[in-house]
C-alpha cells in the first residue's frame, strides 16, 4: 500500500520560500513508471496542479505549468526516498492547501495522495 | 492550457436521488478524464478514469461517461456518504494538468 506522508510550516510569511516534502512508502521515487506531483487548494483558485517529477531512463524530469513555473521548484531526494515542492516569492494569494499525488504515467491520474497541508501566507 | 467547466457548481439532492454532473473540456482530451470526491479535511479520492473506468474499491453506483469534450458523472441513487465536492480532472498527454471548479453535492 502507497502512503505518502506530508511535512512543512503551516505559516510562511510574504516573500519567503514555502518549502515542503513528501516521503513515500510502499513505492520508490525513482519508480521509471510513476510521477511525484504537488497539487494546491484555494477557495478562490480551486484544485491547481504545480507540478511533478519523475524519473525515465536515467534522468530526472521536472514539468511545470505556466502559472507557476517562475516560482517553482520540485525535486527528489532518493536517499530518503521523498520529494519536495518549493514556492518563491510567496504572497497571501498562494494560502492554501498543498497536497502531493502519485500517477502512474501521462496518462493515469492520481491515485494516492498526501493528507494536506494548509500553509498561511501572513506576516 | 485546456480549460475544464463543471456544471452545476452546486446541487441539492436527498438520499435515494439520481445525480448528474457533467465537465466540459474546452478541447478534446481522449477520453484522459477522471472525477474526484473531496471531502473537508481529506485527500481528494479518485473514482473514475479514463473517463469511464471505476476505481477499485468504489462503489457500483458511481459511473462516468463521455468522450472528447463532453463527460458525465452519475450517482445512480446518492448515500449520505456521497455528500461532498466533486472535481473532474483532465490528464491529457503533454499539457498541463487541470481540474474543473468543482460541483458541491448538498443534502436537500
Known amino acids: 500500500q502507497v502512503q505518502l506522508q506530508q511535512s512543512g510550516p503551516g505559516l510562511v510569511k510574504p516573500s519567503q520560500t514555502l518549502s515542503l516534502t513528501c516521503a513515500i512508502s510502499?513505492?520508490?521515487?525513482?519508480?521509471?513508471?510513476?510521477?511525484w506531483n504537488w497539487i494546491r487548494q484555494s477557495p478562490s483558485r480551486g484544485l491547481e496542479w504545480l507540478g511533478r517529477?519523475?524519473?525515465?531512463?536515467?534522468?530526472?524530469?521536472?514539468d511545470y505549468p505556466v502559472s507557476v513555473e517562475s516560482r517553482v521548484t520540485i525535486n527528489a531526494d532518493t536517499s530518503k526516498n521523498q520529494f519536495s515542492l518549493q514556492l518563491n516569492s510567496v504572497t497571501p494569494e498562494d494560502t492554501a492547501v498543498y497536497y502531493c499525488?502519485?500517477?502512474?504515467?501521462?496518462?493515469?491520474?492520481?491515485?494516492?495522495w498526501g493528507q494536506g497541508i494548509l500553509v498561511t501566507v501572513s506576516s | 492550457d485546456i480549460q475544464m467547466t463543471q456544471s452545476p457548481s452546486a446541487l441539492s439532492a436527498s438520499v435515494g436521488d439520481r445525480v448528474t454532473i457533467t465537465c466540459r473540456a474546452s478541447?478534446?482530451?481522449?477520453?484522459?478524464l477522471a472525477w474526484y470526491q473531496h471531502k473537508p479535511g481529506r485527500a481528494p479520492k479518485l473514482l473514475i478514469y479514463?473517463?469511464?473506468n471505476l476505481e477499485g474499491g468504489v462503489p457500483s453506483r458511481f459511473s462516468g461517461s463521455g468522450s472528447g469534450t463532453e463527460f458525465t458523472l452519475t450517482i445512480s441513487s446518492l448515500q449520505p456518504d456521497d455528500f461532498a465536492t466533486y472535481y473532474c480532472?483532465?490528464?491529457?498527454?503533454?499539457?498541463?494538468?487541470?481540474f474543473g471548479q468543482g460541483t458541491k453535492v448538498e443534502i436537500k
Open positions: 499525488a502519485r500517477d502512474t504515467g501521462t496518462t493515469f491520474p492520481f491515485d494516492y
Open positions: 510502499g513505492d520508490s521515487v525513482s519508480s521509471r513508471s510513476c510521477a
Open positions: 517529477t519523475y524519473y525515465r531512463s536515467t534522468k530526472w524530469y521536472n
Open positions: 478541447q478534446s482530451i481522449n477520453s484522459c
Open positions: 479514463k473517463a469511464s
Open positions: 480532472q483532465q490528464y491529457n498527454s503533454y499539457t498541463p494538468i487541470t
